[in-house]
Structure formats: C-alpha cells, structure tokens
C-alpha cells in the first residue's frame, strides 16, 4: 500500500480527512504508449462520423484556441485531482497470508458492498475481506474522472475490469479490484425510492442512518456546467417536472444527484469506507480469488445441513491457502462476489442446479434450482449529440425520473477517458486520443476489426489518421436512457471450474414488451429535449432527429445486426442499439436463493449481500444501495451476534 496521511479512526464515527499529495508535473511529459485496440475502433467509428457531418455541409471548427483551452482544462483537472491514499496496515497481498488462518467472518469480495459490510462487522469481530484484484489506490485511471473510460479499456489479465460479453451480444464489464465496481463506475450517487426500501422490507431508520454513513465519505455535489444544465433545462422544458434541485433522493421529476468524484475530479470508492474499520481486527487480502466454499467435514452442520466453514483462496503465485470460522455461535462466510461472482462462487462450491453442477464435475451440496436464475441488465439506448459548442467533460450528474418507466441521463467531452492511457497509469502528458470515453468500454472493435488485423502496424495506423481528424467530430455528449426493473429475465451458468474466467449470462432485453415499451417513451423524450430551446447552442440546427439517430444506429457498440428502419422504428433502434449500464444484478435473489436475511437457503453458516441478491434494479442507479446494505446488513448481523451473545 501506498503511504498515506490519512489515519483509520479509532471510533465508530466518520473517518478524518487527511492532508492530499499532488500529482508530479513530471505526471504531464511521459511519452504515449501504443494505442489500443479501442483506438482502432474509434478510427473507423469516427472517420465514418466526420465524413458524414462534412456531408452534411456542416462548418468545421477552426479554432486553434479552443483546443487549447481544453488542453488546459483537461491539464487542471489532471493537476487538481489530489492523491488520498489511506493508511491500511491492515491491507496485504494473498502471497503474504499464512497457510490456515482463523477469523469470525470470512468475506469473499471487496466491492462495493464488501467493503462497508467489512468495515462494520470489525467493529466487534475478527474479519477477513478477500478481494481478487489490487488496490485501488495510486491508480490514475481509477481516481480520476477524465481517465474514466481508461480502465474500462484496459483487457490485460490484472486490470481492475474484467470485460465480458453477455449472450445477448453485448459488451459489459466487470470489477476486479478493492472497492469493486465504485472504482469503475460513472459515480452517479442517488438513493432508491422510499418505495423500493419498503418493498425490500429494509428497516427504513436503518436505511437512513446507513446511507448517511457512506455519504459522510464518499458522496459530493457535482459541479453543474453548462451541457449538463441545458439537459437539465431541457428535461423541465418537455414536462419532466418538478425540478428537484440537487438531491439524492429519488423523487419524479428532474434533479442533480451526487457523484463520488469530489470537486477535484478524484474519485471516493467503497474501498474508502475500509477507514471506519478496527485496523486491528481487519485483514484485507488482496490478489486473493476464492475458489470455493469448504464445508464442514460430513458435509453436515448443527441443524443437519450443510454449514459452511472456510474458504480455499488462491494467491496471484498460484498458491492455495484457507480461512476458516472459528467455533461459535454467529460465524460465517459471507459472499459479495457481485452479481457475477456471487452466483458462480456458489455454483463452484457445489450449490446451484444439480444439472450445471454435475455437468462439471462438481460435487453437489445443495441443490439449488434458482443460483444463476433472475439475471437482469437494465438495457441502455443513447443518442449521440454532436456539438458546435463546446462542451465540459462530465459523467452522469442530472437525472429525469419519469412516471412512464425511463431514467434519462447524459455525458459529455471531448477527448476524455482516452485509451491512448490504457497503459494503466492515466498520463495526462500523452497528447489526448481522439474518442468517445464513456461509450469506449462496450466499443464494438470485436465485431468491426477482425482479430487477424489488430496488428501492431494497423493500430499505429488507425491512431496517425485519428490524430489528423477534425476535432468537431469529438465533441458532443450523448443523452441516454435506462429502464426501470428490467422486467425481463435471463440466467448465468458455468462454463469451467475456473473462478478467474468469466461464467456464461444471458439478459435477454426487451424479452418483455414492456420493457421495450419503456424503451421506446425513453427515446421519444431524449428526441424531444434534444428539440428543446435550452438544447439550442449543443445541437447542429441542420442535423434533423432522423440523421442523428441514423449516425448513433451505426455506432457498432454491440454485436447485433443492424436494420435499415433503425432510425424510423424507436422499437428496432432500442433492440439494434442496445448496451448495458452496467447495473446487472440478480443471480442470488432474495426470496429464490437468500432469505429475507440475506442467508443462503438450505444451508447454513453463508449468506450472500451484494447486487446479486437484488430483484429490481435500485434507484436510478444502484451503488449508493449497494454500499448501503453493506453497512445495513453489517450492523444487522452485529446485533444477531449481540443477542446471540447475551442469551448463551
Ligand atoms: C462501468 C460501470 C459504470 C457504472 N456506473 C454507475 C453509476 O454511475 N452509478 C451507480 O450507482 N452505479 C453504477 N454502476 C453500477 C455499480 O457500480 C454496481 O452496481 C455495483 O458496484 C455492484 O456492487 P457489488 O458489490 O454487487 O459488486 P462489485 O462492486 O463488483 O464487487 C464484487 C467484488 O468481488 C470481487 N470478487 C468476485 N469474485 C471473487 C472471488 N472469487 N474471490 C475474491 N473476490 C472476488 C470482485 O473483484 C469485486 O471487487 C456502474 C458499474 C460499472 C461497471
């Protein structure tokens, strides 16, 4: 771990803040690495974006100078973001961990929900937290927002994101790094509707005084400028009110929500929620994969079941240790895998479908029909939006929750997230490459680039024309939709018994018609604020709706078939366009694996408390829930542990 200036709190309060080392200026002369497959894609992307704006007869845009003030932002921003690395003697490599260890309760995962649940549970308890990726910390592509898109391009065997493509033919990702998904993410921070908490039967005091536990550390208010104020304006304008100011509560109407990027850029993950632990009754194990669950030696515990009693991890040397509970009333392990993870840990340890499992080889402990079942992605559509003006770097800030079933939100820049810094470490001296950030995970090069011509000399190519393009082609933002629910449902399965490769998941969006129908009023909401007056200075006057949803339609962002009704058809652009959000979750549901509690059915001794577990996705979007029930189901299993205690 890096040294730090930020000390864990002794109490149960907020952690302090502490002081913030500045990036080197030296951060700004390094030299550009090759660039990356993404590149490649953005050239073809991008080329056939120009031509068709020069077709149009559209006025290029000349102005030196305004490359140069955006340098200049993109530098500030670069020099701004400030370095917190805390101060975890309590983080350490697997390859350091003994051979057998003994704790109170053994978490597999580090993410988003992980760490909160980690921290609190140490409070009273020996805790182990395995996490299969590294730290978060010291990682530019991570902490700061203009890199966003970095890491996500980022395919090497150790990045912090694991790229996957469902069945479905869409590209997704998924976290493999301390703080999980919160070190990935867009940083959209917003909470779930008071519906929502009910409906999950969550006690609503515990709820609040969680949500304000993790807002202490990792919330902020965003710094709205003026692209994202005109989709603010935009959304009031075609009847998405009240307007709700900044909030993070989830109300109809048009708000600001929260973001974990501070007014810096520097982004606040889960793995900072790790400063409210006891450093001395905490280990965090890093590069640690679980490969499976051990269960009590005949397979049976207390109530005749099977009960859970350690886990076997593997270490980044290839080397297998195990942790187990110590006797006792309230020990156990506890899955937060994540939505794939959780789900094929489970299968991995012998609890799932018999018919999956047995296919594998894998001993059956419980048969459990519902692991991997009720997958859901809620589908995400976009327009793109060039601009004449230009435009800020920004994730998600504002959000239309309408009362039809849509969420509208937005991004916008030029330049950022650049996979010419796909070397991991975000260098902002490398001159910017020219792409989309926020869209470059899911870019589509699979199916636009033959693997055979990702040569080398193909993408110094494609990275010497990109460099030659015109910048207006770069600068623009997107506005997009996701869906409530999904109600569509799809399943996850095995494909091997390694716990380091991706099991196979299938969504099947728009499976429902009303999921497609959402879909659709979406669409139709983003043509109207993309019409709006307060839209006017971000949109080309001569570009008409059609054309713009013509030149998104052949953004190749997934590996589905184009139609040639996609821009007159809202119902084929939804299907032909669709992507993901990245708020996957179920696998583990409440009510069809886990209890109301969060224990695994038919076992004992393991519970699962993470996005897997969830049937709806939460809010507008999920991770302020997530990290929430971290805490929520820490401090639950505290209090069980405390009645347990004083009724022996
Ligand atoms: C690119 C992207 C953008 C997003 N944007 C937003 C946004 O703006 N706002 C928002 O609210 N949400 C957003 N989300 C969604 C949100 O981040 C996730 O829903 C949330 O992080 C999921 O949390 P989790 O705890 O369920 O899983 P994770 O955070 O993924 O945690 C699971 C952890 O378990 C570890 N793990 C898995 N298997 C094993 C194993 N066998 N052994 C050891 N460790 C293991 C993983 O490495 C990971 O760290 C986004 C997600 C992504 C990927």
Known sequence: MAVGCRQPPREFGPPSLGCHRSSSPIYFLSLSPPPSIESLYFFFFFFFFFKEIDQMG???????????????????????????????????????????????????????????????????SDVLLLERGGSPYGNKNISNLAFFADTLADVSPTSPSQRFVSEDGVFNARARVLGGGSCLNAGFYTRAGADYIRGAGWDA?????????????????????????????????????????????????????????????????????????????????????????????????????????????????GRRRQAYLRKGKGSEVIVAAGAMGSPQLLMLSGVGPREGLERLGIGVVAERDMVGKGMADNPMNAIFVPSPAP????????????????????????????????????????????????????????????????????????????????????????????????????????????PHDNPSVTFNYFQDPIDLRRCVDGIKTI??????????????????????????????????????????????????????????????????????????????????????????????NPQATVMMLGRYMGVKILEERLRATEED
């Not at 020099?79 to 917190?84: A, K, L, P």
């Not at 961990?97 to 609190?120: E, M, Q, R």
């Not at 202490?216 to 304008?237: H, I, M, N, T």
């Open 205 to 317: 005091t515990l709820v609040e005084e969680s949500y304000r536990w993790v807002e202490k550390v990792v919330a902020f208010e965003p710094p709205v400028r003026q692209w994202q104020s005109a989709v603010r304006d935009g959304l009031l304008e075609v009847g998405i009110t009240p307007y709700n100011g900044f909030t993070y509560d989830h109300l109809y109407g048009t708000k600001v929500g929260g973001t974990i990027f501070d007014r810096n850029g520097y982004r606040h993950t889960a793995a900072d929620l790790l400063a409210y632990a006891d450093p001395a009754r905490l280990t965090v194990l890093l590069r640690a994969t679980a490969e499976r669950i051990v269960w009590r030696g005949d397979g049976k515990g207390r109530r005749g079941r099977p009960a859970a009693q350690g886990v076997v991890f593997v270490d980044s040397a």
């Open 391 to 498: 435009v800020e770097v920004s994730l998600i800030q504002v959000v239309g929750i309408t009362r039809f079933g849509t969420y509208i939100e937005a991004a916008s820049g030029q330049y950022f997230g650049s996979p010419s810094n796909s070397g991991g470490d975000g260098d902002a001296a490398r001159p910017p490459a020219k792409n989309f950030g926020i869209f470059s995970p899911q870019t589509g090069q699979l199916s636009t680039v033959p693997p055979k011509q990702r040569t080398q000399e193909a993408l110094d190519r494609a990275a010497r024309a990109m460099a030659r393009l015109d910048p207006a082609a770069f600068q623009g933002g997107f506005i997009l939709e996701k869906i409530v629910g999904p109600v569509s449902r799809g399943h996850l399965e095995l494909r091997t018994r390694d």
């Open 58 to 124: 559209i006025r290029r845009l000349q102005g030196e100078w305004f490359l140069l003030l955006l340098l200049l932002l993109l530098c500030f921003v670069g020099c701004c973001h400030s370095e917190q690395a805390p101060n975890y003697t309590f983080v350490k490599q697997a390859t350091e961990a003994p051979a057998v260890s003994y704790y109170d309760y053994i978490i597999v995962g580090g993410g988003t929900a992980g760490c909160p649940l980690a921290a609190t549970l140490s409070r009273t």
């Open 527 to 620: 043509e109207k604020v993309i019409q709006s007056k307060a839209f006017d200075r971000f949109r080309y006057p001569d570009i008409s709706i059609q054309a713009l949803a013509n030149m998104t339609a052949r953004f190749p962002v997934n590996l589905l078939p184009r139609h040639d009704n996609d821009s007159r058809s809202p119902e084929q652009f939804c299907r032909d366009t669709v992507m993901t959000i990245w708020h996957y979750h179920g696998g583990c549901q409440v009510g069809r694996v886990v209890d109301g509690d969060y224990r695994v059915l038919g076992v004992d001794a393991l519970r699962v408390i993470d996005g897997s577990t969830f049937n709806f996705s939460p809010g507008t």
